[in-house]
């Protein structure tokens, strides 16, 4: 039986589909709570993150649930990868500039970034961070300031608060307005939205 697509749930695919950010990118090394990376991808649909890379090399792939998830997995799409070298080239090769989150000492303030530039926004595991390679491979080094005694966030939320200043700087220069694909790719997703159930 043919699934009746309604005219309001259409006019919303193609609202969202048209808002992706195809400039902007996470990636995720090593992440092990499944709640966590559910979490993060609710965050990557609300800001408009079409695709996330998945680093797993020394933690098994999380288990997400779709409930957990709230239905974000359908919407966002995975690429996983089993070394940093293999996914950041790629990403590198496709003109993306790499900002890894770590408190080392060259780091820099979040807020001094430029993410309206292809940007690939990297979040590591959540008792040892990023890896060495991670950081050493990247283009930009970036910490959250806090100013409280524990200079810590749950990952979830720190991706939250970066893709969001991300959106913010985005925003501000009409990123949003346009889709950046071409009007044939756009509507080669909007086609392909249309059938996910």
Known sequence: MRRVITERRKNKIIEVAS?????????LENIHD???????FRTCDAVGIPKVSLIYNCEKFPKIGKKS?????????????NSVNECFSKLKNEGFKIYSSTLKPNSKNLFELDFTCKSA??????????????????DELFY???VGMVQSLNVSVAA???????ARQR?????????????????????EWLTKK
């Not at 499944?34 to 993060?40: D, F, M």
């Not at 220069?173 to 997703?189: H, P, T, V």
Request: charged share 25%; proline share 3%.
């Open 19 to 27: 808002h992706r950010q195809h400039s902007l990118h996470l990636v």
């Open 160 to 166: 939250a608060i970066t893709l969001y200043e991300a």
């Open 69 to 81: 998830s709230a239905s974000a997995f359908k919407w966002v799409e995975k690429e996983k990868y």
């Open 121 to 138: 926004i990297v979040m590591g595991n959540e008792h040892r961070g990023i890896s060495d390679e991670a950081a050493d491979e990247a």
């Open 171 to 191: 925003y501000l220069n009409g990123m949003y307005d346009n889709s950046e694909l071409s009007d044939e790719c756009l509507q080669l997703k909007i086609n």
């Open 34 to 40: 499944p709640h966590n990376v559910s979490a993060i």
């Open 144 to 146: 959250i300031p806090m």
